[in-house]
């Protein structure tokens, strides 16, 4: 077999095809000779193969010889090839290189010049060859680009509509409080629009007769009625389907519970402070503050005594509190005596439960300071029982989602209403205090 010279890859890949076809069509002269008679199958299987045995040979010898050439050239240009090995030498050697030149070899400054480096400043040394040339690793003054992509807005190319951006499943409000007055007032169920509830100041007295023939004392008893009117009080919004589906809240509950809280507020409005329904409206017994004290923070201990001392008698008394609203309630905590010492409550203990033995109630629905004016109610005292609530239809909240409105513009309808009637039933039985003018 002839010497095979081999240079690349694709000379090898050619010598190992051709061996592969001389292996091939000598398996096919040992299956021919197979099917000759034993005798001459023998004579001429081994004739075969010594003949192959000896190209076997040498082709074996042509394929080392020209391994030992290919694995040469490998070995001697392999740094120089588009290896990642190649790569990774190159980098170490040239890191090495620059060690070498920080510590003063003046070889290595040369083969940093070879590897494609430049000097980050000049050197006196001219026999060193060196020269001043610019150099990516050299600090200098950067390029700052107009209007670059940014996330913030704040170039003309508004990248942050393509940043993504995060919104709680929460709406952080202020919540408004509970109704304080609706555990408080006596509630009439109302069939109807008006009701009208009787009611008496009068009281019996027994008198004592002189001897068995006296005449018994007549008495008398005078009734009046209070009368119950039931309002509606109403409101609604509306939403487009595609925000309830859209929303990360759920609407429908965050709406009612804010409806249900407004409710409680303008409860506890028309139970005190509503000028047509309201009990500083209707009260009879007036305390009014002294010349000069026409503000809201002109209250003290004494006025709070005097609103007590109207209702002159222990049944009126019985059940009574203060109102107030929480910004007038300041004041009275604020309080001072002429040692300069906190009468109600002093600044590390908590609030006293009551003023002068009876407890107080502060609620939204009553005057807060900022409404502070001359001739103005701002604190009742008496019995919450005989402000009267007649409730013809309770707080109701209602979805409309199959309206002419839902079908043309998607809207969805969220009303809430409630019918309420208020009054004070007997407006001699509560006190209030009223600014001087």
């Known amino acids: ?69 290919l694995t040469l050239a490998f070995k001697t240009n392999w740094q120089e090839k588009n290896l990642p090995e190649s790569a990774d030498y190159r980098l170490g050697k040239f890191v090495n290189t620059m060690i070498q030149a920080k510590h003063g070899v003046k070889k290595a400054a040369g083969d940093l010049l070879g590897f494609g480096a430049a000097p980050v400043k000049e050197v006196q040394d001219e026999n060193e060859g060196w020269a001043k040339m610019p ?20 170039s003309t190319y508004y990248g942050s509509y393509l940043v993504s951006v995060q919104y709680v499943a929460d709406v952080l409000r202020t919540a408004q409080e509970a109704s304080s007055m609706m555990p408080l007032v006596t509630h009439y169920p109302m069939t109807g629009i008006t009701a009208y509830i009787p009611t008496t100041t009068d009281s019996f007295t027994f008198t004592k007769l002189t001897n068995q023939q006296t005449a018994k004392t007549e008495d008398t008893l ?89 209702l002159g008698s222990r049944n009126l008394r019985q059940g009574a509190r203060f109102f107030m609203h929480t910004t007038v309630f300041d004041y009275v905590r ?8 906190y009468i109600f409550q002093d600044s590390v203990n908590a609030a006293p439960a009551t003023i002068r033995g009876y407890p107080f109630t502060l609620s939204d629905g009553m005057p807060p300071s900022s409404e502070s004016t001359a001739s103005d109610d701002f604190v009742l005292f008496g019995n919450p029982r005989h402000i009267l609530a007649g409730d013809r239809v309770g707080f109701e909240f209602r979805i409309f989602d199959q309206t002419a409105g839902t079908m043309q513009y998607d809207q969805i309808y969220l009303r809430a209403r409630a019918r309420q009637a208020m009054t004070l039933g007997l407006t001699s039985a509560m006190s209030k205090l009223t600014t001087a003018a």
Do not use: H
């Open 334 to 341: 604020n309080l001072k005596d002429a040692n300069g010492n």
């Open 1 to 69: 077999m002839d010497k095979v010279d081999i240079k690349t890859a694709e000379d090898l890949n050619k010598v190992l095809s051709d061996v592969q076809a001389k292996v091939e069509s000598a398996k096919a002269a040992a299956d021919a000779i197979a099917e000759k008679k034993l005798d001459e199958a023998v004579a001429s299987l081994s004739e075969a193969q010594k003949k192959a045995q000896e190209d076997m040979k040498v082709l074996n010898e042509s394929l080392t010889e020209q391994i030992k050439g």
């Open 135 to 154: 150099c990516v690793f050299e600090k200098t003054s950067p390029t700052i680009a107009a209007t670059p992509l940014s996330s913030d807005d704040s």
């Open 222 to 310: 005078t009734l009046s009625r209070a009368t119950l009117t039931a309002c509606v009080y109403a409101l609604w919004m509306a939403i487009s389907e595609e925000m309830d589906e859209d929303s990360l809240v759920a609407l429908g509950t965050l709406i009612r519970t804010m409806m249900g809280e407004a409710w409680g507020l303008k409860f506890d409005d028309l139970a005190l402070d509503d000028s047509t329904y309201g009990a500083l409206a209707l009260c009879a017994n007036e305390v009014t503050m002294d010349s000069g004290d026409s503000a809201y923070s002109d209250i003290n201990i004494d006025y709070l005594d005097q609103l007590i001392q109207a």
